[in-house]
Structures are given as structure tokens and as C-alpha cells.
């Protein structure tokens, strides 16, 4: 079945360090692949996403990009803020069979940000 | 109503009772889900509908129940709830829960955190 793995966390870092949370997947076919964010006390929030590979998502200065030959889809921000402290789930969307449609979630890595 | 609205925001339960948590959406989406997130183990779906009266299994189903009598409600019902229960609940919706080709973005509620006494 597909799964997602992301890095182990928590991430604590200084304002404008710079951010990579790891995730790669196993999946069969060609999954759609997201990351989501949840702020304390809220539910989850699209962040950014990519269908295919070599796809580029972006928003609010984070990106990812979706690499089949490593089956990954790290998150990346050059310069994190203390408003990004939050938790970010990594996600895919199988693309066959019995998975087709459902997402499947990592585990999450909490961020937190200092000033 | 704008987006996907849960209810009870929090709930202490004892165990044995039944509890239905419920979920409304006003965006027209076809699919519908419910998440359970616990730490250490991101989000794990329960149950999900592709559309209105139609309902699925996802990844941990057992003890748990939903129906779909229509295309805005998904309430999700525990017959008899256990301790291993406490969790917090996820409803979420969209647009293409079926379509090949679509990114199926979903969009999540604000979530129910319960507790199984």
C-alpha cells in the first residue's frame, strides 16, 4: 500500500534559518503529493501541492518539489518566521487500485520557530 | 456557513456510550472524509463517501460508522466508545473524489478532540 515518511521531529529553529523537512513516499503509479500545515488549534491547510513529477509547488515562500527518481517531496522555505511555527504534514493521493482518490498522511514534524 | 463546520468542538465521553460526531460542509463537494489524528501517527483515514449515499472504509474503521444521506452532512458515529478512541477528529471534503486527473485537494474542518473515559 502507499505510505509517507517524513523526518523525525520536532524542528526548532532561529528566525531566518533556513527550513528543510524531509518526505518521501511509496506509492504505485503516479500519486498527486501535498504538504498541509496546521497552526495550533486548527485544522489542516493546503500549503502547496504537485501532480506529476518534476512538478514545482509553491506558497508563501515555501516550496517543494515532486522527484520520482527519489520518491521524494522535501519542503524547503529559505528564511522561516515565527508565524510558520505550526505543524506540516506531508500527503499523497494514490493514483490506483484500492487508493485511488484517498490521501495518505505522514506522521507530521512540528516546527517551531524562535525569535 | 463557510467551509466544512464540526460539532461538538471537544467532548469527554464515557465509555460504553455512543457518540455521533457531526459534520457539515456548504461548498457542494462530492467527496467527504473522517480523519482520526493521533501523535506520532499524522492523520489515519476512518471512513470516506465519493458521493451522496455511498460510503467507503479507509485505514481504521473498526468501531466506527457513517452515513451519507445527503451531499452536505457526514456524521460519524461511535456505537460504543472505547478509551483507545481519544483522539481528534477530522471531517474533510472535495470537489473530485472519483475523477482521474484531479489534484483532490481537500479541505479540512476545525476538528473534534474527544476523550473516552
Known amino acids: 500500500g502507499n505510505s509517507v515518511t517524513q523526518m523525525e521531529g520536532p524542528v526548532t529553529l532561529s528566525e531566518e534559518a533556513f527550513l528543510t523537512i524531509n518526505c518521501t513516499y511509496t506509492?504505485?503509479?503516479?500519486?498527486?503529493l501535498f504538504w498541509y500545515v496546521q497552526y495550533p488549534g486548527e485544522g489542516l491547510q493546503l500549503l502547496l501541492k504537485?501532480?506529476?513529477?518534476?512538478d514545482k509547488g509553491s506558497n508563501k515562500g515555501f516550496e517543494a518539489t515532486y522527484r520520482k527518481e527519489t520518491t521524494s517531496f522535501h519542503l524547503e522555505k529559505g528564511s522561516v518566521q515565527v508565524s510558520d511555527s505550526a505543524v506540516y504534514f506531508c500527503?499523497?493521493?494514490?493514483?490506483?487500485?484500492?487508493?485511488?482518490?484517498?490521501?495518505?498522511f505522514g506522521q507530521g514534524t512540528i516546527l517551531t520557530v524562535h525569535p | 456557513i463557510a467551509g466544512i463546520t464540526q460539532a461538538p468542538t471537544s467532548q469527554i465521553l464515557a465509555a460504553g456510550r455512543r457518540m455521533t460526531l457531526r459534520c457539515t460542509q456548504d461548498m457542494r463537494h462530492n467527496a467527504m472524509y473522517w480523519y482520526r489524528q493521533d501523535l506520532g501517527l499524522g492523520l489515519r483515514l476512518i471512513h470516506y463517501?465519493?458521493?451522496?449515499?455511498?460510503?467507503g472504509k479507509g485505514e481504521v474503521p473498526d468501531g466506527y460508522s457513517v452515513s451519507r444521506a445527503n451531499t452536505d452532512d457526514f456524521p460519524l458515529t461511535l456505537a460504543s466508545a472505547v478509551p483507545s478512541q481519544t483522539s481528534v477528529y477530522f471531517c474533510?471534503?472535495?470537489?473530485?473524489?472519483?475523477?482521474?486527473?484531479?489534484?483532490?485537494?481537500?479541505?479540512f474542518g476545525p476538528g473534534t478532540r474527544l476523550t473516552v473515559l
Open positions: 504537485a501532480t506529476k513529477a518534476d
Open positions: 506509492a504505485t503509479g503516479y500519486p498527486s
Open positions: 474533510a471534503s472535495s470537489d473530485a473524489g472519483g475523477i482521474r486527473g484531479q489534484s483532490n485537494e481537500q479541505f
Open positions: 500527503a499523497l493521493r494514490g493514483a490506483g487500485g484500492t487508493s485511488y482518490g484517498k490521501l495518505t
Open positions: 463517501s465519493n458521493t451522496a449515499g455511498t460510503t
